[in-house]
């Protein structure tokens, strides 16, 4: 069977093609799976003998008011993409096979998931560790793959294995982008014709901001008063977030050296976009 849904089965799985002598390559996601995803599944492939992709809709890390329900759900179509591009299995739990009735422990990541997307969605980055911690211990994996497009997300998993001596790497994969620059995304799904052209107001102020940077404007400040203005001036754009921050620490810089990551949040309408750029400094 390719598509897998309880933890019992995908377990006794893995162990097979473990003990096999197989290397395991995860790939975790929420599903409506596009290129971005696909890129991380490829990547896996090329990297690990077995590749395991989950596909969760994780309730935890939606806020209330968000588009936990909303979120597009299509797993025969997923499934199917998922095997076009190498993957071995994939596992696609119920909410209840995640979360057991009587469930209480959760895992939490603390300093680096106060700021930029955590503190505009709180709760938001321990429902992610959480359900990753969980499908680490179930899948078992030697490597798991993360996309950049969720630079913060990828610190906090980072930061959670480093803690919590987990024995796998954590592959960090480029951002997927259409032809005209904007991040792909499931949540594109959300944006009409006009949005989706105003939506490009995010990658246009990330690379003209790093055509500054590499023409010799250092200064974090100028830089990030730049981006404001120009998402400012696209009107269903709404700003949550820009900043300028050190790319590993994700510490706000306002001298730009070393590698930087500069990340934004925008609502255009109703549906909020992220992106980030990270630029190394000659
Ligand atoms: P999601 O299904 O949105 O939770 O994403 C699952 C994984 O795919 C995460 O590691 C994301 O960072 C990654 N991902 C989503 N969009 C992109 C993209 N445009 N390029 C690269 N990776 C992506």
């Known amino acids: 069977m390719f598509v897998v849904e309880n933890i019992k089965e995908i377990r006794e799985i893995v162990k097979r093609e473990k003990q096999a ?5 995860f790939v975790p996601t929420m599903g409506y799976l596009h290129e971005g995803h696909l890129s991380l599944i490829k990547k896996a492939k090329e990297q690990n003998d077995f590749v395991v992709v989950s596909v969760f809709v994780n309730p935890t890390q939606f806020g209330a008011g968000e588009d936990y329900e909303t979120y597009p759900r299509e797993i025969e179509r997923d499934s199917n993409l998922a095997k076009s591009v190498g993957a071995d299995i994939v596992f696609n739990p119920s909410v209840e096979e995640m979360y057991p009735e009587g469930y209480q422990t959760d895992v939490e990541v603390q300093k680096i998931t106060k700021m930029l997307c955590g503190a505009s969605r709180p709760g938001h980055f321990k429902g992610v560790t959480t359900v990753v911690c969980k499908l680490f211990h179930i899948v078992n994996p030697d490597r798991a793959y993360f ?5 913060q997300q990828v610190a906090v998993i980072q930061q959670m294995v480093r803690d919590l001596h987990m024995d796998l790497k954590i592959i960090s994969c480029p951002i997927v982008r259409e032809i005209d620059g904007l991040a792909l995304s499931s949540r594109n799904t959300y944006l009409n ?10 990658s246009k102020s990330l690379f003209k901001a ?15 008063d730049f981006i ?3 998402i400012d001036k696209e009107p269903l754009a709404n700003i949550d977030y820009v900043e300028v921050l050190n790319a590993y620490s994700l510490e706000k810089v306002d001298e730009l050296k070393g590698e930087i990551l500069i990340a934004i949040a925008v609502k255009i309408g109703k549906t909020r976009l992220i992106d980030n750029i990270r630029i190394k400094i000659a």
């Open 21 to 25: 002598g197989k290397s395991i390559g």
């Open 147 to 151: 996309g950049q497009k969720d630079a």
């Open 193 to 202: 014709e006009e949005e989706r052209k105003a939506g490009l107001i995010l």
């Open 210 to 224: 790093q055509v500054m940077i590499e023409n010799g404007e250092h200064d974090g400040v100028k830089i990030r």
């Open 228 to 230: 404001i203005g120009n």
